[in-house]
């Protein structure tokens, strides 16, 4: 057994630590799982569980005092896993609710929307958390904790926030019974747009691909 793997077994599962890579690992496992899947109907609903679920973790992070890792630098992680399969593989299971806007920060005034991909999102969430766990897997908790609360605060907090909107929006509107518009053009390609022009939406999608990605009925 490894000098990592002694370390992790061996620390209370009570520690804050430990939770909190319990709930990164549960989370790391779920949507990786769903991302290798051909269900389409369950992805957004899968989703909206696992990233209620992960911002918890973030919460806790979030109220915790600063955490000061041990070491001036940071320790080398090793190159990071490349994300390109399972980007395009949420890409194809949200197709139809894929793109959306999103403004970064509520308090800065007029600040316009943006479009923005569930799919990117994800892998961007991904690949924070992942680097964290190599840290911590290699018994480097407290550069965990670090990486994962400066990161929680700086990416993939507010990044699982807007996904966690999107994904509430989308079933939202199926639930009910509120189609969405069919819009041309919101899409990650394009620049910024002005408040008059930009309309709100979860992707080009009418409420007849709402109900066949997501298996359900408006209404029911």
């Given at each position: 057994?490894?000098?990592?793997?002694?370390?992790?077994?061996?620390?209370?599962?009570?520690?804050?630590?430990?939770?909190?890579?319990?709930?990164?690992?549960?989370?790391?496992?779920?949507?990786?799982?769903?991302?290798?899947?051909?269900?389409?109907g369950?992805?957004?609903?899968?989703?909206?569980?696992?990233?209620?679920?992960?911002?918890?973790?973030?919460?806790?992070?979030?109220a915790?005092?600063?955490?000061?890792?041990?070491?001036?630098?940071?320790?080398?992680?090793?190159?990071?896993?490349?994300?390109?399969?399972?980007?395009?593989?949420?890409?194809?299971?949200?197709?139809?609710?894929?793109?959306?806007?999103e403004?970064?920060?509520p308090?800065?005034?007029?600040?316009?929307?943006?479009?923005?991909?569930?799919?990117?999102?994800?892998?961007?969430?991904?690949?924070?958390?992942?680097?964290?766990?190599?840290?911590?897997?290699?018994?480097?908790?407290?550069?965990?904790?670090?990486w994962?609360q400066?990161?929680?605060?700086?990416?993939?907090?507010?990044?699982?926030?807007?996904?966690l909107r999107?994904?509430?929006?989308?079933?939202?509107?199926?639930?009910?019974?509120?189609?969405?518009?069919?819009?041309d053009?919101?899409?990650?390609?394009?620049?910024?747009?002005?408040?008059?022009?930009?309309?709100?939406?979860?992707?080009?999608?009418?409420?007849?691909?709402?109900?066949?990605?997501?298996?359900?009925?408006?209404?029911?």
């Open positions: 057994m490894s000098d990592a793997t002694l370390h992790a077994t061996s620390q209370n599962p009570d520690d804050f630590a430990v939770q909190v890579a319990d709930q990164v690992e549960s989370f790391l496992v779920a949507v990786t799982e769903v991302a290798r899947g051909d269900e389409p369950s992805t957004v609903p899968f989703l909206l569980l696992e990233i209620s679920q992960l911002l918890l973790a973030g919460g806790r992070l979030g915790h005092e600063d955490i000061v890792p041990d070491e001036r630098y940071e320790p080398d992680p090793g190159p990071e896993p490349d994300l390109d399969g399972l980007r395009e593989n949420f890409a194809r299971l949200l197709e139809p609710v894929d793109v959306y806007s403004v970064f920060d308090y800065e005034p007029r600040k316009a929307p943006v479009p923005a991909r569930i799919s990117d999102d994800l892998a961007d969430i991904i690949t924070d958390l992942r680097h964290g766990m190599v840290h911590y897997r290699a018994g480097r908790t407290t550069e965990a904790l670090w994962w400066f990161s929680y605060f700086s990416n993939w907090g507010p990044t699982a926030s807007a996904v999107a994904l509430q929006s989308v079933l939202i509107h199926v639930r009910l019974n509120q189609p969405l518009e069919e819009l053009g919101l899409d990650t390609d394009q620049s910024p747009m002005g408040d008059e022009t930009l309309e709100f939406e979860a992707g080009r999608v009418m409420a007849e691909e709402i109900g066949g990605p997501l298996g359900m009925r408006p209404g029911s």
